[in-house]
């Protein structure tokens, strides 16, 4: 009987439970840790990239005044003012996301925060159920249309000044 606890003992040892070093586990070196946040874009793809973010909620934008000086149907506006918001919200992602040049971050914070209040009265355009009321939301989104944010980004990336069609 007293073999037993022996072979116990040799069993464990031989299993790797009978103490000795750790070890830890390393990753392999292909596998690096990913940086925490990216770094910000330079000036040069700054104005690429928000040249490239702004420009389709720019074209829904007029392609709704257009059709708002062309006295199109109510009902058309109103789903042009769909476009307008899902742009509107699309493009508020993206320049939220984008790690702008220190210089341009606090220009984009107030474009976003006039984006804000705009997006919600794009919102109930799209929704709306009478001409008067889209007129009165659409009105109240163009109040926030963020041109004077705008006009400041554009300015401290050094794009030219946006000229409305």
Do not use: F
């Not at 790797?16 to 596998?31: K, M």
């Not at 606090?106 to 008067?132: F, M, Q, Y």
């Amino acid at each position: 009987m007293r073999r037993w606890p022996a072979a116990l003992a040799l069993v464990l040892l031989l299993a790797g439970c009978g103490g000795g070093t750790e070890r830890t586990a390393q990753p392999p070196a292909w596998q690096t840790p990913s940086p925490t946040a990216p770094a910000p874009l330079t000036a040069q793809e700054a104005k690429g990239r928000y040249l490239a973010i702004v420009a389709p909620y720019n074209t829904a934008l007029e392609e709704l005044q257009e059709a708002l000086k062309a006295g199109r149907p109510w009902r058309t506006v109103r789903a042009l003012a769909r476009t307008v918001a899902a742009t509107n919200a699309a493009h508020a992602e993206q320049l939220r996301t984008t790690v702008w040049p220190a210089k341009a971050q606090a220009p984009v914070a107030a474009l976003l925060k006039e984006n804000d209040l705009a997006l919600r009265h794009w919102k109930l355009a799209g929704e709306a159920t009478s001409a008067e009321a889209l007129m009165r939301e659409i009105r109240a989104a163009a109040a926030h249309d963020g041109g004077e944010e705008a006009t400041k980004v554009r300015a401290t990336l050094g794009l030219p000044v946006y000229q409305k069609p």
